[in-house]
């Protein structure tokens, strides 16, 4: 907008404004950080719309604490005042207010989650939606509260009401990760799906007569407005060269019907970590070519999706041991995972009936749930591949085990040791060694039993209960050596 357009009032605070940018500039040349952070805070208050003075005074005041993450010594005493106005603001609206309040708590600590989400607050409200959004990406920073499920779903309201679907999407799939229980949370993921389907407008589809079947240009329909907002959230539009992204998006876009670019895109999503889009590209190839090959790369982006959030979740669990309820989060991810990894490896299994290696992955899978009569024919057949055959072995040793088949699973153990190395597969060789230790210790056989246990001992000192079962031979305890599955088998 024109000077001309803004009244006399609001020409002098801009002007006011931009002589406290030149003013800060040269402030943070000579890294004179407090005159930085005083001249950037009266451009806020002059004119608070403009973004850039947001981020600039964020960015002075970081460097002013030396990025420590804490903010100003004792900031806890200086920031009672502030919380007690933010919270009478909020009472009364005065959205202003709550503003100009979480501004300067932010100047004593910058990285203070709760306070970055108040700006969120007071200036959606106030209608700035950008800044709106930085706030509440501030509050959700890794330095912030990264794990604020409240936080989240402000930055995900804030990115829907900015048509910014997709990035919504993203954030309450982290919140999901957090809560994988909260059906709202679920049913508005689906409901923001449909919503950037239905909405128009990331370009003119002035390319429409180039798509000569219903199908390809439904397609081409449904990508264009998937991916709106993904690469720039304001008007401005990329020129060819300036990104990646960019560039395979519009080769989409120009030619519908050319499997080849979506996949491009796809893979590009994937390299990048932006798992959803890159499962929602595929998902677009798939419906254009109806290629189960296509449907195999589809399915590897949803398993990673699964697997990050388990990792997301496990790390949650790490921060707080006792928390009973983070656990169990985990422990249902990861029988999700599980679960899908044998629906997905079992279509494959009859699709490729000679890749023994994938006959092996999916045996694994049927152990770790304890189906060990589905996993001893998939080990079986994989075992005819050399390069598996060591490691078949020992699994299928394990079976047996469990199955109460001890002669079985010996003969397994003493086949897969011949072919194990100690320093190149110190896990199986280990494990081999531990079964047939119980084993010679069950038929009373002490001195094989004690050449195992060494020869283990020579290696990891700490393995499992080793020690303490080679003392109890060495010593003559002749303790009941029925084999315990849960405290042999590794977790």
Not at 23 to 50: G, L, S
Not at 131 to 155: C, H, R, V, W
Not at 246 to 273: C, F, I, S, T, W
């Amino acid at each position: 907008m024109s000077a001309a357009g803004y009244s006399p009032e609001e020409q002098r605070k801009r002007k006011l404004a931009s002589d406290c940018l030149k003013r800060a500039t040269e402030a943070m040349a000579k890294q004179n950080w407090d005159y930085a952070v005083e001249m950037f805070m009266t451009a806020v208050k002059m004119v608070p719309d403009n973004l850039m003075y947001r981020q600039s005074l964020r960015g002075s005041e970081r460097k002013k604490y030396k990025d420590n993450k804490t903010g100003a010594s004792m900031a806890f005493l200086k920031l009672s005042s502030l919380r007690s106005r933010i919270k009478k603001a909020r009472g009364a609206k005065n959205w202003v207010d709550m503003d100009l309040a979480a501004e300067e708590a932010l100047a004593i600590n910058p990285w203070d989650g709760q306070f970055n989400a108040d700006l969120g607050e007071a200036t959606r409200e106030r209608g700035f939606l950008e800044i709106a959004s930085f706030a509440y990406e501030q509050a959700t920073a890794p330095d912030g509260a990264p794990t604020n499920k409240d936080f989240l779903i402000s930055l995900a309201e804030v990115y829907e009401m900015r048509k910014n679907f997709n990035a919504a999407i993203a954030v309450l799939d982290k919140v999901m990760a957090l809560d994988p229980l909260n059906g709202a949370v679920r049913s508005k993921i689906q409901a923001l799906g449909a919503d950037a389907t239905i909405y128009k407008g990331y370009d003119d589809a002035k390319s429409t007569h180039e798509v000569r079947e219903d199908k390809q240009q439904a397609v081409k329909q449904g990508y264009e407005e998937s991916v709106k907002g993904d690469v720039k959230t304001n008007k401005e539009v990329l020129g060819p060269g300036e990104s990646v992204e960019a560039d395979l998006q519009r080769m989409v876009r120009k030619e519908p019907a050319n499997v080849a670019h979506y996949q491009k895109l796809a893979d590009y999503y994937r390299r990048e970590g932006k798992l959803e889009e890159s499962a929602k590209t595929y998902k677009l190839a798939l419906d254009v070519s109806g290629d189960a090959n296509i449907r195999e790369q589809m399915e590897d982006v949803e398993l990673d999706m699964v697997r990050r959030n388990v990792n997301f979740a496990k790390e949650a669990a790490a921060r707080d041991p006792n928390d009973e309820q983070s656990r169990a989060i985990v422990v249902e991810l990861a029988n999700e995972l599980l679960s899908q990894e044998i629906e997905v490896f079992s279509r494959r299994v009859d699709r490729y009936p000679n890749d023994l290696k994938l006959k092996h992955e999916l045996a694994k899978r049927f152990m770790r749930c304890k189906k060990h009569d589905k996993a001893i024919p998939l080990l079986q057949a994989a075992s005819k591949d050399v390069r598996l055959e060591a490691q078949v072995l020992a699994s299928l040793g394990t079976c047996f085990l469990a199955k109460k088949q001890n002669n079985l699973a010996k003969r397994q153990f003493e086949k897969a040791l011949e072919k194990l190395n100690s320093t190149e597969s110190p896990i199986p060789y280990k494990e081999c060694c531990y079964y047939l230790g119980r084993l010679a210790e069950e038929g009373n056989d002490k001195k094989s039993a004690e050449q195992y246990y060494s020869d283990i001992l020579a290696i990891d000192y700490d393995y499992k209960d080793v020690a303490k079962r080679l003392e109890e031979i060495q010593g003559g305890d002749d303790e009941s050596n029925q084999i315990d599955m849960d405290h042999g088998e590794d977790a």
